[in-house]
C-alpha cells in the first residue's frame, strides 16, 4: 500500500512547513496543494475573494489525482468540509490519511500577519474558518499546532509510521 496524506487545515496553519518537514523525516514528496490551483481559484484568493464550492472541485480532484498518481505523498489541502474530503477519497486510488492541523484563529492571524509573498490574504481567514468542519478521530489524526514546529512534525512523522507498521 502507498501512503498517501493530506495535511490539512485553515490558511496559515502551518500545512506547508509541517509538510515538508514530515517530508524530509520519511523521505516521501510533499506537494503543496496551492500549486495546484487553478490561475482563476489564484486571481479570486489574491483579490480578496472567498472560494465557492463551484471553484474548489476541479482543485480538489487535481489534488486527488496527484494522490493516486504519485503515491507515496504528502500533499498539503485545506480540505475544510467533509463532502471534499469524500471527494478527494473518491479519486486518490487508494486510502487517504488526513492529518489536521489544529489551531485558534489568533494563533494562525498572527502567522499570516508575519507571513509574505503568499496570495491567501489575511481577510480571507474568517472565511476559511466558517467553511472549516473540524474532521473528528475517525476522520484525521488532529495535532495542536501551538507547540514547536519540530514537535509537530515528530508527532505526525510518528503517527504515520505506527499507521504503516
Known amino acids: 500500500m502507498s501512503l498517501r496524506v493530506i495535511i490539512m487545515g485553515v490558511a496559515g496553519c502551518g500545512k506547508s512547513s509541517v509538510g515538508e518537514g514530515v517530508s524530509a523525516g520519511l523521505g516521501i514528496p510533499y506537494l503543496d496543494g496551492d500549486d495546484l490551483h487553478p490561475a482563476t481559484n489564484v486571481e479570486k484568493m ?7 464550492d463551484a471553484d474548489r472541485w476541479p482543485w480538489l480532484d487535481l489534488v486527488a489525482r496527484a494522490l493516486a498518481d504519485q503515491a507515496p505523498v504528502l500533499i498539503g489541502c485545506s480540505a ?5 474530503r469524500d471527494r ?5 486510488g487508494g486510502e ?6 489544529d489551531g485558534s484563529r489568533d494563533l494562525i492571524a498572527g ?12 481577510s480571507l481567514l474568517d472565511s476559511q474558518f466558517a467553511a472549516l468542519e473540524v474532521p473528528g478521530p475517525d476522520e484525521a489524526f488532529a495535532v495542536q499546532i501551538d507547540q514547536p514546529l519540530e514537535a509537530i512534525i515528530a508527532a505526525i512523522a510518528g503517527h504515520l509510521r505506527s499507521a504503516q507498521g
Open 80 to 84: 475544510l468540509k467533509r463532502v471534499y
Open 111 to 122: 502567522r499570516m500577519a508575519q507571513r509574505s509573498g503568499h496570495y491567501m490574504p489575511l
Open 88 to 92: 478527494i477519497r473518491a479519486g486518490a
Open 96 to 101: 487517504v490519511r488526513f492529518v489536521y492541523l
Open 46 to 52: 489574491r483579490a480578496g475573494t472567498p472560494l465557492t
